[in-house]
């Protein structure tokens, strides 16, 4: 077993959302030394029709935003931190923290303040619980002027405050404006506030832990019973997830990729499962030909015919050119001779799409043009592709046995998928047949 001398671990709402669950972060915590560095996300559910503290928080600020008094929903949030402080039996009391943060929005404090709140708690309570050190988000985490995260000031006040405190809780999804405003990530931003601890801790792992086992290599309300993803490199995980597969929140990637640090997704509820892990190159061929399959649903094809449109330059351009002005970006170009194929989100084109037939027709002249929505893409993906072959007519001859028509097919050369697209009706069964033919 490899020797660790520093982890950072992050502890998602779930993870956290009671005082059992608690427990649980608290042991995995303390099963480790080198767990020294610890980012927590707010209370999350703790049943399915329970509500996540972060967006009681922003109901309370809509609310005080209309004039109303908040007493009774900051009051729920209250009970909730009340619940788990006096169950951990914690000689610390958050009375006080409660009424300046409940104050605060009430007078109208700014909604990412508010939102931030769930984090702040939950460090607190966490930090005394472990006997960890607090440190706050608002002091080590920046942002730019313009709201931009600005990693190098971050990387640098962070990694000196780390320095000065060996065992640290630094709540996630929050920093601060150069005005000393709090700003937030986007939701799910904890996950990337403990790659930039993992990062300025220069830390050999970034344990990121969650209510699952790891990435599954298909979705399991498609495929029964899935595989766990064992191992995943940070560009097939881009893959994925960008057709839809989620676990972490894609930015989370960007700060331990720079630094080289591994992720490892591991599963509060189950600690003993090794998980997955995120890897930036790794010689483990792991299993098979094939890392995971994700599909992404809601997609239109913009369909272009002209003859000799190769020898045509800068058609493509024009085509692209028009979309541009439409503010639309597209998603896949897979072309033939004489025909483009534009992949495009059908929500993005909505309210556009007379505009862009007609500008199409009238700058490209093409002799046909058409869209047709209800498409779904599924990407088949693995980074032993380059070296197996037959992956792609494996993929698509199981996708053909399933009887399903194949709209498009695009692999690019960097062979890291395989991109095949369906109507959207047919793409569980696609999933599912090449999930089969693959993991056996
Ligand atoms: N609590 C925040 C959210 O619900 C951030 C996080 O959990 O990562 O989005």
Redesign the pocket.
Known sequence: MQDYKVKVVKF??SSLAGADQFRKAAAIVRAEACRRYVVP??P?KRFSSDD?V?DMLYKCYEEASQGKDITESFGKIESRYRDIVNDLGLDFSPEAEFAAIRSAIQHRAGRDFA?SR??YLNGKILAAYLGYDFIDAADVIFFREDGTFDSEKTNTVLGDALKKHPHAVIP??YGSMPNDTIRTFS?????ITGSIVARAAEADLYENWTDVSGFLMADPRIVENPKVIEVITYRELRELSYMGATVL?EDAIFPVRFAGIPINIRNTNSPEDPGTMIVSSTTRTGSGAITGIAGKKGLSVISIEKDMMNAELGFGRKVLEVLEKQGISFEHLPSGIDTMSVVVATDAIKNKRDAILNEICAICEPESIQIEDGIALLAVVGRNMVNAKGTSAKALSAVARADINIRLIDQGSSELNIIIGVHEEDLSAAMRAIYAEFVK
Request: net charge neutral; no cysteine; proline share 0%.
């Open positions: 998602g709402g996300s707010a999350g996540k972060t939102a769930g984090e996630g999804f939701r799910g931003g904890s996950d929140h």
